[in-house]
């Protein structure tokens, strides 16, 4: 319980949790930057060919 309780009441508690909110949508932007870009491309050598 205490280990929640520093978590969110200190300093580096906080910081923690937000590197990990932060880490948790950059990979979850590069999951949909990554799937537009590969159907785009699926879709334009679909047209050319």
Do not use: C, H, P, Q
């Amino acid at each position: 319980m205490k280990a929640i309780a520093d978590l969110f009441s200190t300093d580096y508690g906080l910081f923690s949790v937000a590197g990990i909110a932060f880490m948790i949508g950059m990979a979850i932007w590069f999951y949909r930057f990554f799937n537009r870009k590969m159907v785009e491309s699926e879709r334009a050598e679909r047209k050319r060919g």
